[in-house]
């Protein structure tokens, strides 16, 4: 995080959220994963399962601030 915007890896975890719903990020994406959610950029959806992983999706919020920055859920 850079104060109250996400790093460049908190950009990245956005947009795999964005395309997997975060099942693939790596281990520097998932330590930015408190900051998305305290900053309302993404939320964390219930697992399918008691087996299964956490998964994310972006707010409204998040979408617009990847829409402004020109990234696609196809870049990372």
């Known amino acids: 995080m850079i104060g109250d915007m996400p790093s460049d890896e908190g950009?990245?975890?956005?947009v795999d959220i964005a395309g997997m719903s975060g099942q693939r990020l790596n281990p520097r994406q998932r330590s930015e994963?408190?900051?998305?959610?305290a900053l309302g950029l993404i939320k964390e959806l219930a697992p399918?399962?008691?087996s299964e992983p956490a998964r994310y999706a972006l707010t409204s919020k998040g979408q617009k601030l990847l829409d402004d920055r020109g990234v696609g859920a196809n870049e990372s």
Do not use: Q
Not at 33 to 37: A, Q, S
């Open 48 to 50: 399918a399962g008691p």
């Open 11 to 14: 950009i990245s975890a956005m």
């Open 33 to 37: 994963l408190g900051g998305l959610v």
